[in-house]
T-cell receptor, first 115, second 113 residues
Framework: QKEVEQDPGPLSVPEGAIVSLNCTYSNSAFQYFMWYRQYSRKGPELLMYTYSSGNKEDGRFTAQVDKSSKYISLFIRDSQPSDSATYLCAMKTPPLGGNNRKLIWGLGTSLAVNP | NAGVMQNPRHLVRRRGQEARLRCSPMKGHSHVYWYRQLPEEGLKFMVYLQKENIIDESGMPKERFSAEFPKEGPSILRIQQVVRGDSAAYFC???????????FGSGTQLSVL
């Protein structure tokens, strides 16, 4: 079993839809959770960074962490064609800082938002 | 403020040759990371470096692969005697000293013939 599971999709939605992207994980020691967006032939770009459980909102994006279920989500409201990309979840164990910088990544979910 | 710069963007090597991938971190960033990405495997951590020091190379294959981040100049990922299985996208990322958000370059696509 992989440490981080993510449905690769592809996910296709009409413009304006609410998109829900998810990852599950098996290591209960993960405390830091990130969502990255990757456009074709580009490097990943950080979207959201959350610590432990709860919600975090930034514009049209909301990140949600449920540590009891080992489940994280990224919601995109009012999706736009420019949101078409691959979305990657990543996570790590404590401590923050120091020499432990290894992120564990999901495979990514491919999203297409159709005009 | 330039982002993370990687070169070359594309690199073609024949089996047995050496590949050198370069990465210049964002200005002010003292931490560099190398990742490899394959469609069926996703992003895999290879190595984490600070200036003149390898901090964590637990994801690096024991043979043929090496990385450095000298006091002056870019970070270099070197792959000696490349094999077809080394074909992948190699991404470099950097972060500031006291933060862990990674800023990625656009990657080097290595193709081994």
């Amino acid at each position: 079993q992989k440490e981080v599971e993510q449905d690769p999709g592809p996910l296709s939605v009409p413009e304006g839809a609410i998109v829900s992207l998810n990852c599950t994980y098996s290591n209960s020691a993960f405390q830091y959770f990130m969502w990255y967006r990757q456009y074709s032939r580009k490097g990943p770009e950080l979207l959201m960074y959350t610590y432990s459980s709860g919600n975090k909102e930034d514009g049209r994006f909301t990140a949600q962490v449920d540590k009891s279920s080992k489940y994280i989500s990224l919601f995109i409201r009012d999706s736009q064609p420019s949101d078409s990309a691959t979305y990657l979840c990543a996570m790590k164990t404590p401590p923050l800082g120091g020499n432990n910088r290894k992120l564990i990544w999901g495979l990514g979910t491919s999203l297409a938002v159709n005009p | 403020n330039a982002g993370v710069m990687q070169n070359p963007r594309h690199l073609v090597r024949r089996r047995g040759q050496e590949a050198r991938l370069r990465c210049s971190p964002m200005k002010g960033h003292s931490h560099v990371y190398w990742y490899r990405q394959l469609p069926e495997e996703g992003l895999k951590f290879m190595v984490y470096l600070q200036k003149e020091n390898i901090i964590d190379e637990s994801g690096m294959p024991k043979e043929r692969f090496s990385a450095e981040f000298p006091k002056e100049g870019p970070s270099i990922l070197r792959i000696q005697q490349v094999v077809r299985g080394d074909s992948a996208a190699y991404f470099c990322a950097s972060s500031p000293q006291f933060r862990e958000e990674l800023f990625f370059g656009s990657g080097t696509q290595l193709s081994v013939l």
